[in-house]
């Protein structure tokens, strides 16, 4: 259990921030709001977090998602937000983001774009259309290109992933939606169509599982993108990200876990030793503060200012979470 007063850790965060906190706390917000008043200000009982990114529709949670949704909460994350892969997971998230009130995006994931139909571009419009009115659609996504995978950089998915991505960006600006971005060795290809189809009032969402360099970040930024950090600060060698995870201007980072993957290098087990029979392990919204624990370290920060600053700019990524957690 976490304590702490707005007044001393105010001074920490930013002013869209305070703006955000002084209404949420005023407003009620049942998780944090439970604390007595104090003199020194208003007690807030418990931190909490949203984890911007995971897949909980994924097989690995099929047989205990119950008790993973329970965990997240006990470990004070407030809400998850559910990212689509392909058209054949859309009910599945959206069912899940209304049982667990949480929330979703649709989208088509790179990596599915070679099993994935062209009619599969006009199916998410459709699902756009039809739950345009459901408060916990918040984002188009997972979307984006992938110059990781070898079958992905050649001819001709190369061309198609890229064809995906543009118009899955059009429709987002369609419907008026954020846009949840999987960046992986594609940030400038990513930018660039971003810049061409930019909506009039530009574009809000987030960069998941950010891992480029400091440059292309504050372009992200500039765009109107926050940058999405998980399990991968947690490991010592990753000095770049780490660096970048410290360094970028904290108003621009979310957390995320990406559960089932991305596992913490307290989770992780090395190719030797799987291979002797230790499965990987997985990974699960309730590791975010642990997760967290560790950028509030990098940053020199409190746990509880990040957890603040961090829930307000996921809020400012997909405001209609704002709906669905505060008053
Ligand atoms: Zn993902």
């Known amino acids: 259990m976490h304590r702490i007063t707005i007044q001393s850790s105010l001074h920490a965060?930013?002013?869209?921030?305070?703006?955000?906190?002084?209404?949420?706390?005023?407003c009620g917000f049942p998780a944090v709001c439970s604390g007595p008043a104090n003199p020194a200000g208003i007690m807030v009982s418990m931190t909490f977090w949203i984890d911007t990114h995971c897949h909980l529709d994924a097989n690995e949670f099929s047989a205990d998602v119950a008790a993973v949704r329970a965990r997240a909460a006990a470990s004070g994350v407030a809400h998850c937000v559910l990212p689509a892969v392909r058209v054949?997971?859309?009910?599945?998230?959206?069912l899940l983001a209304h049982e667990f009130s949480f929330s979703y995006?649709?989208?088509?994931?790179?990596?599915?774009?070679?099993?994935?139909?062209?009619?599969?571009?006009?199916t998410l419009d459709e699902e756009l259309t039809r739950r345009k009115a459901d408060p916990r659609l918040v984002a188009v996504?997972?979307?984006?290109l992938d110059y990781f995978v070898p079958v992905l950089t050649e001819s001709p998915m190369r061309e198609r992933q890229e064809h995906f991505y543009r118009e899955q960006l059009k429709l987002a600006r369609k419907h008026g939606l954020p846009v949840i971005l999987h960046v992986r060795r594609s940030a400038?290809?990513?930018?660039?169509?971003?810049?061409?189809?930019?909506?009039?009032?530009?574009?809000?969402?987030?960069?998941?599982?950010?891992?480029?360099?400091?440059?292309?970040a504050m372009e992200f930024i500039k765009?109107?993108?926050?940058?999405?950090?998980?399990?991968?600060?947690?490991?010592?060698?990753a000095r770049q990200l780490r660096r970048l995870a410290a360094e970028l201007p904290l108003e621009a980072l979310v957390l995320e876990t990406d559960s089932p993957d991305m596992a913490p290098?307290?989770?992780?087990?090395?190719?030797?030793?799987?291979?002797?029979?230790?499965?990987?392990?997985?990974?699960e919204p309730g590791q975010l503060p642990r997760i967290a624990q560790q950028l509030a370290s990098l940053r020199g920060i409190s746990f509880e200012a990040l957890a603040l600053v961090t829930t307000a700019n996921a809020l400012q990524a997909l405001p209609k979470v704002k709906g669905l957690i505060a008053c």
């Open 105 to 122: 995006g649709l989208g088509i994931h790179p990596l599915c774009v070679p099993a994935a139909k062209e009619t599969d571009l006009q």
């Open 88 to 94: 054949a997971n859309f009910e599945a998230v959206r």
């Open 141 to 144: 996504g997972e979307i984006g």
């Open 13 to 26: 965060i930013t002013a869209s921030s305070q703006e955000w906190w002084r209404r949420m706390v005023f």
């Open 265 to 283: 290098q307290w989770l992780y087990t090395t190719v030797a030793q799987r291979a002797a029979g230790q499965p990987q392990g997985r990974n």
């Open 188 to 216: 400038d290809k990513l930018l660039k169509h971003l810049r061409e189809l930019a909506p009039m009032g530009g574009w809000s969402g987030i960069a998941h599982a950010f891992n480029g360099s400091a440059q292309q």
């Open 223 to 237: 765009l109107g993108f926050k940058l999405g950090f998980g399990g991968a600060l947690t490991f010592e060698p």
